[in-house]
C-alpha cells in the first residue's frame, strides 16, 4: 500500500501556494514531471484530485482545500521537530532560502552571505531575486531583505546597511549636449529612462523640496522594468536615470555616470534583514542572523 512521505505533502503544498507545478518545481528544486507525477500518485491513493489543471492554471479543488488546510499546520509541526533536532548540531547545515530585491541582494552579498558560507560551507544559501514584495512565510523562504519601510510589522528586523540615497545621473556625453538640471522641475525638459515597477505602474521620480518629498513624472524614449537595462541605457547617453545609489555607486567613482540634482537627493531607511519568530530555529538559521547582527553592531565605515 503506497504511503506518502514527506516529499509528497511539501509537493503539495508547494503546488497550493505557488498554483503553478512550474514555480513549485522551481522552489523544490526538482523537475515539473517529477512533481506532477509525485501529486499525482498522491491523489491516485486518495482517490481524489487535489488540483483542477488547466493549461493555464492550477487551483485547489474543494478537496484540495481541505487537505491542505489539515495537513498544513501538522507538516509545518514535523518541519518544526526537525529543525529543533537540526538546531542543536555543531555545524550548521542545510538550506536557507532567502528573497531580496536585486539592490538589496547586491549589497548584502559580500558582507554577509558570502562571508557566511566562507563560515559554514555546509550550509546552501538559495537567494531569490524580485521587484515584487513577497510573504516570506507563505512562499517558503526562511529570510528577506528590504528596505526597512517595508518590512512587516510582525517580522524580526535586522538592519544591515546605512540608509540608502536615491540619485539622478547621466553619461559625459548626454552633458555635452544637454544643460544639467537645476531643480527638479528641470527634469521635465530632459529625455529621462522611465522605470515600470513589478506592479505595472510608472514610477514617479521622488525629491526632497524644501522638507517636503515632491515626484517628478518624467517622459523620455524608453520605459525598462530592471536597474541593469536601465543602467545601460544611461550610459549609452540616451538619457537621465534614476537609481539607487549603490546601483550605480561604481560608475559615479570612475566618473561614466554623472549625478545631479543631489542637494534634492531623497534618502530611504537602511536595508533590514527580517523575518518571522521562530520556535525552534535551524543551526543554520541561528548562525545567519548572529552574523546579520554582528554587521549592524559595526560601524558603516568598516561594512
Given at each position: 500500500?503506497?504511503r ?32 506532477s ?31 491542505v ?21 555543531a ?13 538589496a ?16 560551507p ?16 507563505a512562499?517558503?523562504?526562511?529570510l528577506?531583505?528590504?528596505?526597512a519601510?517595508?518590512?512587516?510589522s ?20 548626454y ?16 529625455a ?22 515632491v ?12 536597474a ?62 548572529a ?13
Amino acid at each position: 500500500m503506497y504511503r506518502a512521505g514527506l516529499s509528497d505533502l511539501d509537493a503539495v503544498l508547494a503546488v497550493a501556494r505557488r498554483a503553478s507545478f512550474r514555480r513549485a518545481a522551481l522552489d523544490l528544486g526538482v523537475s515539473t514531471t517529477a512533481l506532477s507525477n509525485a501529486v499525482a500518485k498522491l491523489e491516485a491513493s486518495l482517490g481524489v484530485r487535489l488540483f483542477n489543471r488547466t493549461t493555464r492554471s492550477v487551483s485547489l479543488t474543494d478537496a484540495g482545500r481541505t487537505f491542505v488546510q489539515q495537513v498544513g499546520p501538522a507538516l509545518q509541526d514535523i518541519h518544526g521537530a526537525m529543525d529543533l533536532v537540526r538546531g542543536q548540531q555543531a555545524t550548521p547545515s542545510g538550506v536557507l532560502r532567502i528573497n531580496a530585491f536585486a539592490t538589496a541582494a547586491r549589497e548584502v552579498l559580500s558582507p554577509l552571505i558570502l562571508e557566511y558560507l566562507r563560515c559554514y560551507p555546509d550550509v546552501h544559501v538559495d537567494l531569490v531575486t524580485e521587484g515584487r514584495l513577497v510573504d516570506v512565510v507563505a512562499e517558503g523562504f526562511d529570510l528577506g531583505v528590504r528596505v526597512a519601510d517595508l518590512v512587516p510589522s510582525d517580522m524580526i528586523a535586522v538592519p544591515v546597511s546605512p540608509a540608502l540615497r536615491y540619485v539622478v545621473v547621466g553619461a559625459p556625453r548626454y552633458f555635452d549636449t544637454h544643460p544639467a538640471p537645476q531643480v527638479p522641475s528641470d527634469l521635465l525638459h530632459h529625455a529621462c529612462i522611465r522605470i515600470r515597477l513589478p506592479n505595472g505602474a510608472l514610477f514617479r521620480w521622488p525629491f526632497t523640496l524644501r522638507g517636503e518629498t515632491v515626484h517628478v513624472d518624467v517622459t523620455g524614449p524608453i520605459t525598462l522594468d530592471e536597474a541593469g537595462l536601465s543602467r545601460t541605457a544611461v550610459l549609452e547617453g540616451l538619457g537621465l536615470g534614476f537609481f539607487m545609489e549603490p546601483d550605480v555607486r561604481s560608475e559615479i567613482a570612475t566618473g561614466r555616470l554623472i549625478p545631479v540634482l543631489e542637494s534634492f537627493a531623497l534618502q530611504r531607511p537602511a536595508l533590514c534583514l527580517y523575518y518571522p519568530g521562530r520556535k525552534n530555529p535551524s543551526a543554520a538559521f541561528k548562525a545567519f542572523v548572529a552574523l546579520a547582527r554582528r554587521i549592524a553592531e559595526q560601524p558603516n565605515e568598516q561594512r
